[in-house]
């Protein structure tokens, strides 16, 4: 199993969910390009095509096969986009409320302003500090208690090592409608040969439309399923639920 993670997390945003799967996978969880303690390569824009290319690399790097994809956010989409170019390697997918809308990148009232001016400065970025990144973040779960601040505190002090942070996000947030763009492109490729699910929180901050866009692009036998009490950020507000819908499949 491979665990892709959300937009301004890493790694240790699958601390909850890991624990749930372990008997039943080898699991391996990266870093998404120009988070955590991966580089911060400047060179060229993040737009959706890096991250499904970088993971696409890794997963032949590491020569996977049989893999269950399971991601949150970008990436849910990045795994959906996996499953339409790399089916051979590919077993299953569950997408987890994937970020494939033209909507800003980073939602609730404050994240849409910040990933609207982000997109002309990286001085939002900079001016990171766990209360006001918490306060963002809260909008994403049902369960403002499932936000810890010692996760926050993480997602603070790893990135901050690296003053090249900033600019990533500034990248991200100019690239946001590439997201939308690969999912137009890639989605109807996923071969009836990949069970394929997606999985949205009934609090999700995605936009209204994103649902029935994504069963008009998506092909037929991709399943839909709901998390009750649950926000966009699954994985840390119903880490249990989330897992139980892998472990039935």
């Given at each position: ?103 800003s990148l980073i939602g609730g009232p404050i994240g849409s302003v910040v990933s609207y001016v982000g997109k002309f400065t990286e001085e939002p970025f900079k001016r990171d500090f766990p209360p006001l990144l918490k306060f963002i973040m809260q909008a994403g779960f049902a369960n403002k208690k499932s936000l ?102």
């Open positions: 199993m491979l665990l892709l993670h959300t937009l301004r997390t890493q790694i240790e945003y699958t601390e909850r969910i890991t624990p749930l799967l372990a008997d039943h996978y080898r699991i391996i969880v990266p870093d998404l390009p120009g988070f955590g303690r991966s580089s911060k390569e400047l060179n060229h824009p993040y737009n959706a095509a890096l991250f499904v290319e970088t993971i696409g690399a890794l997963i032949k790097k590491l020569d996977l096969n049989e893999v269950t994809l399971v991601g949150e956010s970008i990436g849910g989409t990045i795994a959906l986009c996996l499953a339409a170019q790399m089916p051979g390697r590919i077993s299953q997918v569950f997408a987890f409320n994937p970020h494939d809308s033209m909507g810890s601040n010692e996760f926050v505190e993480k997602l603070i002090t790893v990135p901050s090592q690296d003053g090249r942070f900033p600019l990533v996000m500034k990248s991200l947030m100019k690239e946001a409608p590439s997201w939308s763009q690969i999912a137009d492109k890639e989605y109807p490729k996923i071969p009836n040969s990949i069970p394929t699910q997606v999985i949205y929180g009934d609090k999700d901050w995605s936009p209204d439309y994103a649902l029935e866009q994504n069963k008009r692009r998506l092909p037929k036998h991709v399943r839909f399923d709901t998390l009750q009490k649950t926000g966009h950020f699954s994985f840390l507000d119903n880490p249990s639920a989330s897992a139980s819908i892998i472990k039935a499949a």
